[in-house]
């Protein structure tokens, strides 16, 4: 029952299964910051007798560097292991706090654990486009609203702040997810000071690090350290995780404006690309180095192709996220997750062939 609930990644195993050598298969199908990449501390030592202990259960230092790198106070967040944790543990305290008869509201496309957990918990739910969720503004009273900003799979930026202050002035609950808002020059809402809002962060996609989780959850709700803190397990960072991020953080405004100066190199390239490309459609308005496109029904019939992931990976060794599970999408559309000018080569071929 939880196939529905889907991820990037895995292109190994796939490569592997249409016996291919995977070394040879380019990955699309994450968006992480490949920038960030160049900034990793290859050259320091990982001290493993630091893992013989247990680390200290308040992160202190961790938690110090993230409070003057994003401008927070210790008391405004939570460590998470990875965003996949604050996701669950916040829904879980929703659930625990009554708030069962709210109603959530999955505005857009949303990552896929905001449906999981919505389902997992039995709340009622319901999906709007952006455009109804404008339309509807002014009766959306007492819900849990959800907004990924900017949004996946497409990559999308919304203007929020005043959708934030009139949602909350009407008594709902919002969860903005700004996992991707520093692969951007966006302004964020989570400035914003109100017990009802709840900002998601994803440093792991930041810091280009998918196996080294970290993630946030702010709000200046007293729940979040009396209640929210209790749900999540001790020790839910890693000695390794908690190492590295305060190896990558101090590195912070280096990383932006080389992932900044990155993004834009990269879109530039790829819409030069697509804009003259009749079997693939694409949406220009990414602000992010993640791309929704979509290939030509004409194109799979006339090619015979029943499973264009299959058939990119077989052709071109290029490994992409179809995205037909996400609200708003169609079947055959997918992701890919742009990465360093270079490894996109194998991409970018594939797209000029098939024109």
Request: hydrophobic share 35%.
């Amino acid at each position: 029952m939880f196939s529905k609930y889907k991820h990037g990644g895995g292109y190994r195993q796939a490569a592997l299964k249409e016996g291919i050598n995977w070394k040879l298969a380019t990955d699309y199908s994450t968006s992480i910051n490949w920038k960030a990449t160049e900034f990793y501390p290859e050259h320091l030592i990982y001290l493993h007798q630091e893992s013989i202990e247990y680390p200290d259960a308040n992160y202190t230092e961790l938690t110090e560097l993230i409070g003057e790198t994003y401008n927070l106070s210790p008391e405004s967040f939570l460590l998470t292991h990875g965003a996949n944790e604050a996701i669950s543990s916040l829904f879980h305290m929703f659930l625990l706090q009554d708030y069962k008869d709210k109603q959530v509201v999955l505005v857009g496309s949303t990552y896929s654990e905001y449906n999981k957990y919505t389902d997992l918990n039995g709340f009622d739910s319901v999906k709007l486009s952006f455009e109804d969720f404008n339309s509807k503004l002014s009766s959306l009273k007492d819900k849990i609203i959800v907004i990924v900003n900017p949004n996946t799979p497409f990559g999308f930026y919304f203007d929020l702040r005043h959708h934030v202050e009139k949602l909350l002035s009407q008594g709902s609950i919002v969860v903005i997810d700004e996992s991707f808002i520093d692969f951007t020059e966006k302004p964020s809402v989570a400035d914003i000071i109100h017990p009802n809002l709840y900002i998601i962060k994803s440093l792991t996609k930041f810091y280009g690090s998918a196996g080294a989780r970290l993630g946030l959850v702010i709000s200046s709700n007293p729940l979040l350290k009396s209640f929210l803190s209790v749900l999540l397990p001790p020790w839910n960072i890693s000695a390794y995780d908690n190492w590295f991020y305060k190896t990558m953080l101090i590195h912070y405004n280096k990383i932006r404006k080389a992932t900044l100066e990155w993004v834009n190199e990269i879109n530039s390239e790829i819409d030069k690309i697509l804009k003259g490309s009749k079997n693939v459609l694409y949406f220009p308005e990414s602000v992010t180095s993640y791309r929704t496109l979509e290939i030509s029904e004409k194109f799979l019939i006339e090619n015979n192709i029943e499973d264009f992931r299959k058939f990119f990976l077989k052709e071109y060794n290029v490994y992409i996220r179809p995205t037909a599970d996400f609200f708003g999408c169609s079947k055959n559309s997918f992701r890919v997750g742009l990465r360093l000018p270079q490894e996109n080569i194998p991409l970018l071929k594939a797209i000029k062939d098939i024109g």
